[in-house]
């Protein structure tokens, strides 16, 4: 089945700078590729998601890169806020397979 | 407001006494799926099901029943839990799991047993 991996399992920036959190996967066949955040005491919510069809895809502070021949994804988050303070999971998975596979989590932590 | 609910948010039980989680949804949407997170383990997928009276076990099904009897509710079973089932649970829906659309997901349930 489908495997991915997530990494750093803890980052901490100062406000204003940026942060990266990347993920690779195993399943060639995968081509969704979601990131969640998940804020203390509430269930992941979805930031920003990616189609295997695309490259890249921003929305204001966020964006994310994929690589398929790498089989590689990435979140990036610029100008960061104390509120990006969270955790992030990343996820893939294939069409009418049913099954998500989450990365085990990056917490964030945003020093003001 | 469209939400996923799940409920109780907090449960404390003893090893063998039988227990229901329960989901709803009122989004109509056709998939549904149960989710359990552990430090350092992410979110494991425990069952999920495509539709009604369609259901399909995820990577940690052991110990675990569910039933898909009607569109917007996903019930979790437990018929005889263990201490290593203690654990924050979560449902999520999503308009169609086949074609891959975003999770929406409930605000948790903190299961303790003892």
């Known amino acids: 089945g489908e495997n991915v991996e997530q990494h750093p399992s803890t980052l901490s920036v100062q406000e204003g700078d940026s942060a990266v959190i990347k993920c690779t996967y195993s399943?060639?066949?995968?081509?969704?590729f979601p990131w969640y955040k998940q804020e203390l005491g509430k269930g992941p919510q979805l930031i920003i998601d990616i189609r295997s069809n695309v490259g890249e895809k921003k929305d204001q502070r966020i964006a994310v890169t994929l690589n398929k021949t790498a089989k590689h994804f990435s979140l990036h988050i610029t100008e960061t806020q104390p509120e990006d303070s969270a955790v992030y999971f990343c996820?893939?998975?294939?069409?009418?397979?049913?099954?998500?596979?989450f990365g085990d989590g990056t917490t964030l932590t945003v020093k003001p | 407001e469209a939400q996923v609910t799940q409920n109780p948010r907090y449960l404390i039980t003893v090893t063998g006494k039988k227990l229901t989680v329960t989901c709803s949804q009122n989004?109509?949407?056709?998939?549904m799926s149960w989710y359990r997170q552990d430090p350092g383990l992410g979110l494991r997928q425990i069952y999920y099901s495509m539709n009604v009276e369609v259901t399909d076990k995820g990577d940690v099904p052991e110990g675990y029943k569910v039933s898909r009897k009607e569109k917007r509710n996903f019930p979790l079973i437990l018929e005889s839990p263990s201490p290593n089932q203690t654990s924050l649970y979560f449902c999520a829906s999503s308009p169609s799991g086949g074609k891959n659309s975003p999770l929406h997901f409930g605000n948790g349930t903190r299961l303790t047993v003892t």
């Open positions: 989004m109509n949407h056709e998939y």
């Open positions: 399943d060639s066949a995968s081509n969704y």
């Open positions: 996820a893939a998975s294939k069409n009418n397979a049913g099954k998500s596979t």
